[in-house]
């Protein structure tokens, strides 16, 4: 029976395992008493009890709290960001009617993220960041970053868009594992979840036609991917609108916390629930390299907590704990 | 053929009956204009119906069902496309056919890793939709899409591994990818419409018996998912 083995597999599962035990000293003082009055054999039951005891008096909310307030901050981000292009008459002046609609659809829906996390958290909730806070050129508050042309040229607004919906549906599905004792809330985050995907799609779509299509959809994919991308992500999409800002939100993630069976790869991942899929029986006649890349299109990557942060804070201004 | 679970053959109760029409009823909306007839209770009473089980097992035979309704609704797509489809439109089904197929092998593969029943090869009832036509597919798609996502969504919360959470959500968010396009190939903007997606920027759920009285009418065998999750 080793101790910080069970704690450190705990870990695995629950990040925040020792800041419970550590609020709560009394029981390691309880234990050290435990140690000498008990036998070998009853010493799992005795740490049975010990982490019924941290689990069950320590609010789940204060978990579950955490990744909300981490949506929260993602949905700050993405909310700021179209509010922002919305505002823009020279950005609008490039966007045909229907992609204008649909990115006032989608900052609806953002606002609307926050005000549900907000709702949710009720005085848990972090304080909503100021605009300066943000920098979408990627120029860390220079103004002057790689998207420069970000709120003038539609056509960097849509690949900061692609970025920034693709990073979010990775980051809650990378959040749900930690939702699951709260079913409401967890039923709520996949509900975002979704919608979010949904925006991908079409700003994907938006992209491939070109800023100005008003039958955004009917673009033709071309490959590799960074300019004119399908709907869903294909393999890693080659990088992504512009791979040497967004390749991370297209590869692997890191499964120091990961939970259990759950590992964050990347989007040219083959390998499900342990299994090799390109195994599996190709009945659409594509050749075995189509059909390893279809695998990839078919499921999307959950990515973690710190990895999502680091991308996130391409857009946040030097100085500021925002997302830190 | 050891793992084909069995049909139970235990006639439905009278009362189970009223709440399986009712449900049917209330998912019109959700249906295909031109079914309505296949939704006359008096047509549909199951004599017989196959259990998905229950649990997480249950759980995957509930989304086996709805990914093989899927991949062979898409393969009659592909195999006679519409003679009215757009430019390019052919394509996109085309790579929808293979995601839905590799989500349906999947699901068969991890039911028999996870030592489960796997559900039999269901036979899909499609006289509802008229495949030369670009509308009648497109609106068929639109509610197997989006009848897709709320059934994971749904799921979330009744799946008991954090494997099986993780990978509902790498499965639903292409399906709300490909519902998104779907939507917009049928309607330009209606990727997120307020008929899918509510005043709190929410997109839907359903419970798996929901779910399984709205594709009833496209499934030859009576499916019983009153246990899935269970």
């Known amino acids: ?324 | 053929m050891s793992d084909t679970l069995q049909p139970l053959h235990t006639p439905i109760k009278r009362r189970s009956f009223f709440q399986y029409a009712g449900a049917t009823a209330g998912a019109t909306a959700l249906a295909l204009a031109g079914c309505s007839k296949d939704s006359d209770p008096a047509a549909i009473v199951p004599v017989s119906s196959i259990s998905l089980g229950t649990g997480d097992v249950g759980m995957l035979n509930y989304a086996y069902a709805l990914e093989q309704l899927e991949a062979a609704f898409y393969a009659q797509v592909v195999k006679t496309p519409a003679a009215d489809f757009l430019s390019g439109e052919l394509a996109y089904f085309t790579q929808i056919a293979t995601h839905e197929a590799i989500h349906r092998d999947f699901l068969k593969t991890a039911i028999s890793g996870a030592g489960g029943s796997l559900l039999p090869t269901l036979t899909p009832i499609f006289t509802s939709i008229n495949f030369s036509s670009r509308a009648s597919v497109l609106n068929a798609a639109k509610t197997f899409e989006d009848l897709g996502v709320a059934a994971y969504n749904g799921a979330g919360v009744l799946l008991k591994s954090q494997t099986y959470l993780t990978i509902a959500g790498q499965i639903v968010s292409v399906e709300a990818r490909h519902a998104a396009l779907i939507r917009d190939l049928l309607s330009p903007g209606s990727f997120a419409d307020d008929n899918q997606v509510d005043a709190t920027g929410l997109d839907k759920q359903m419970t798996p018996t929901d779910v399984i009285a709205a594709a009833q009418p496209f499934i030859t065998e009576k499916l019983d998912a009153s246990s899935v999750g269970k």
């Open chain 1, 1 to 324: 029976m080793n101790f910080f083995q069970i704690i450190s597999e705990i870990e695995k599962v629950d990040p925040e395992v020792y800041d419970r035990l550590d609020s709560r000293r009394s029981i390691f003082k309880h234990m050290t008493g435990l140690g000498q009055k008990l036998t070998a054999a009853a010493v799992p039951l005795a740490l049975g009890a010990i982490f019924n005891k941290a689990y069950a008096q320590t609010p789940v909310g204060a978990t579950v709290n955490d990744v909300l307030n981490f949506a929260l901050s993602l949905e700050y981000l993405e909310s700021y960001f179209y509010n922002a292009g919305q505002a823009s008459t020279t950005l609008q002046s490039g966007l045909s009617a229907t992609n204008k609609a649909a990115l006032e659809l989608i900052r609806i829906d953002e606002a609307n993220h926050v005000t549900f996390l907000r709702g949710v958290l009720g005085t848990a909730a972090i304080a909503a960041p100021t605009t300066a806070t943000f920098d979408f050129t990627g120029g860390k508050g220079s103004a002057g970053g790689p998207f420069a042309d970000v709120f003038t040229n539609p056509a960097t607004y849509l690949a900061v868009a692609q970025s920034l919906e693709d990073t979010g549906v990775r980051a809650y599905k990378g959040g749900a594992a930690l939702l699951m004792s709260n079913k409401t809330v967890l039923t709520a985050a996949l509900n975002i979840h979704s919608v979010e995907a949904r925006h991908a799609s079409r700003l994907r779509a938006m992209r491939r036609a070109g800023p100005n299509n008003n039958a955004a959809s009917q673009g033709v994919p071309v490959a590799p991917y960074n300019a004119a991308p399908k709907s869903w992500i294909s393999g890693t999409d080659n990088g992504g609108a512009s791979p040497t800002q967004t390749a991370p939100i297209y590869g692997a993630g890191n499964n120091t916390n990961a939970p259990t069976n759950v590992t964050f790869d990347a989007e040219s991942n083959t390998t499900q629930g342990g299994t090799n899929l390109t195994g599996l029986p190709n009945t659409t006649g594509l050749s075995a390299a189509a059909f390893a890349v279809a695998i990839t299109e078919a499921f999307d990557e959950a990515l973690d907590v710190t990895t999502v942060k680091t991308i996130a804070r391409t857009f946040v201004v030097n100085g500021s704990t925002f997302l830190a």
